[in-house]
């Protein structure tokens, strides 16, 4: 039996779409061996949903599309464990994929390298944000060209702590990137590209004094605040708490802030009450950065 921990990851970071992304500590866990039937056991966030049927099953189609790949048709019983929650903008998509395509491939004997996984795991995903610190764990900026991922990972500071709070309402990606221009004017363009920048070299120079500014990205969430009650509240709660930065997390509703960990939690209140206040419930997570990434636990002999 092989067991894979993947972690949650928020993509974007505001300026940084489709580019930046975080690894967080929280985890998906998936057990996989061999079975006569496919079979899957799902415990923990979403379970209540029909996910565990096999074709309906992220985890499941990722990890059979390796062993097609690699031209078998066996079955697997997959025992999952997540503590992701689902349809958030906490890369649960991301993380089921990365999970199902890992243990397949550690199933098999590694028929695929490194790259091909990743490769395949941001073809199945759509883009490289959240797969790539999935896998990788820490902040990673990536890039796709010629259907090839290429990621750099900068280590975080361990004094930066994360906040994450969570609407209890679900937003499907596709409708929350339903609403993003086909075409950007130049001006906008150069003010996010100047804020990713800025972002990504603050974090690594352990410089904070900026972050709010550089994470306030002026295209992609003025438009998707419209499917979020209390978005601006929640921005302002967090930073009147002392946030160092703010964003919507990946493509929502899920709302991200940086903070040092003895603000965490006076932050996760402030912003819980902003959302209250709107009229959503929500949760509020106190998270760490997650260095490691993927991690495969094998031999366990259960
Ligand atoms: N970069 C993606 C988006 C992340 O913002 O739509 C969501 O999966």
Redesign the pocket.
Known sequence: MIRVRVPATS??LGPG??TLGLALSLYLQVDIEWSDQNIIEFAGEGAQGNKSLPERNLVWQAADRVIQTAGHRWAVKLRIYNEIPMGK?LGSSAAAIVAGLTAANELLGKPLHQEQVLALAVEMEG?P??VVPAFMGGLTTAMVDNKQVYYQKVRLPDEIGVVIVVPEFELP?GI??SVLPQQIDLNATVSNLQRACFLLASLHNRDFSNLDKAMDDQI?QPLRKQFIPGFDQVMKAAKSQGALGTALS??GPSILAFCTASEQNRVAQAMQEAFSAAGVRSRGFSLQIDNKGTEILTDLNE
């Open positions: 993509a974007n779409f489709d903008g883009h944000d959240n990606t929350s990137r992609y990946g493509a």
